[in-house]
């Protein structure tokens, strides 16, 4: 797209795409069934707006946990069951 073109997401989730829209200027509109995720896409566009919206810097690697790194998760079922997860 050009610069002042309009970016359309029909899955707008949690407004990356229209995020990134705007910091490209250009315009965004954008649909979604669940309110949840609209509701959160709204507040991170004010949050752009105002300059308060964190992103990562393009040059900043993604984090990547060590290989080593595993944790286990134990969930308790009715006190007699026990659920470990590996992850």
């Given at each position: 797209?050009?610069?002042?073109?309009?970016?359309?997401?029909?899955?707008?989730?949690?407004?990356t795409t229209a995020i990134?829209?705007?910091?490209?200027?250009?315009?965004?509109?954008?649909?979604?069934?669940?309110?949840?995720?609209?509701?959160?896409?709204?507040?991170?566009?004010?949050?752009l707006s105002h300059g308060?919206l964190k992103t990562r810097?393009?040059?900043?690697?993604?984090?990547?946990?060590?290989?080593?790194?595993?944790?286990?998760?134990?969930?308790?079922?009715?006190?007699?069951?026990?659920?470990?997860?590996?992850?």
């Open positions: 797209t050009k610069e002042g073109d309009l970016v359309f997401d029909p899955f707008m989730g949690v407004g990134a829209a705007l910091l490209h200027n250009r315009k965004s509109a954008g649909a979604d069934i669940e309110t949840k995720y609209l509701d959160i896409a709204m507040k991170r566009i004010q949050q308060q810097p393009m040059n900043k690697d993604i984090y990547k946990p060590k290989e080593d790194y595993q944790t286990n998760i134990f969930v308790e079922f009715g006190g007699d069951v026990r659920l470990a997860l590996n992850h």
